[in-house]
């Protein structure tokens, strides 16, 4: 059930970036032991084109990913998620030149009772 | 003010299925019980590009539904929500051959007293 | 580290648009003094073409405005932040004529203690 959406400004990623970026944070995030099974994980990529940091003209870009899960992981826990999510990004990500980038990273808990889950 | 977001990976829906899609679910959940007015429905269906589940190469695909409500719906309510949204997907959604389906629908509660909600 | 995102209907917005009004808004959030530094702040707008508002065939817009922000703002500051973002979209947007127009700003807390935020 862990879904991650992961948003960025223009020039962090291309077309062939996407795939492979997916497929190795999705492989850390299992490694890492705090998915259930595999295939609960469902990852995303989301390219945003009208966008603005902050109140100069400096130029500027963002990834922000969000990952929500259900309740019962400990803070420790939660806290090596984003982690192991900022890790990959950091290593995977273009730098285009004279951009300033930022990166951040959001565990939401998502409500247990109500949530539906399974095969469609 | 309920806010419907329905996202879905590559098959799942063609551009021709997403109107009477969207106009079954607002009616489904109208028909509830569970919303005060029907215009404070607001449901919008996104296709994903580039996205990934788990760590297998099989072939896979997912719809995520995301309700955003204002607090005041008891647990029973909540879950009824989420099991109507789940109906219509699972009787609306194609089902390309080999392709292993998952859903997820998932309900938030917004917070009330800084909620801006009127006329535009 | 506010993630503001603002969803449009079709015709509130043209492409040209876009960023004045992110300016604006961002300017608007940073001179009200409740961003801490003002590259915190990151805003995006989207634009959504499968929607539906409610159950009946009236023509219909809205806009959505979510607002992501770290605990420690009380609800004061949290409504005037809103109140804020609704402003500049009432001013901003565009009106078709004929079409019954909703706006929505919510705000959201973040869980602080898994937040990664940095240079990426």
């Given at each position: 059930m862990p879904h991650l959406t992961i948003e960025y400004t223009p020039g962090?990623?291309?077309?062939?970036d996407l795939a492979p970026t997916l497929a190795e944070i999705n492989g850390a995030l299992v490694d890492s032991g705090s998915?259930?099974?595999?295939?609960d994980l469902k990852s995303r990529m989301i390219a945003l084109d009208a966008f603005r940091i902050g109140t100069t003209q400096d130029a500027r870009g963002f990834i922000y990913a969000q990952l929500r899960v259900l309740p019962g992981r400990d803070d420790a826990t939660r806290a090596a998620m984003t982690a192991c999510v900022a890790e990959v990004l950091r290593r995977r990500t273009r730098r285009p030149a004279g951009v300033q980038l930022q990166l951040s990273v959001e565990i939401v808990e998502m409500e247990g009772p109500s949530y539906v889950k399974g095969p469609l």
């Open positions: 962090l990623f291309e077309a062939d998915i259930r099974q595999e295939h």
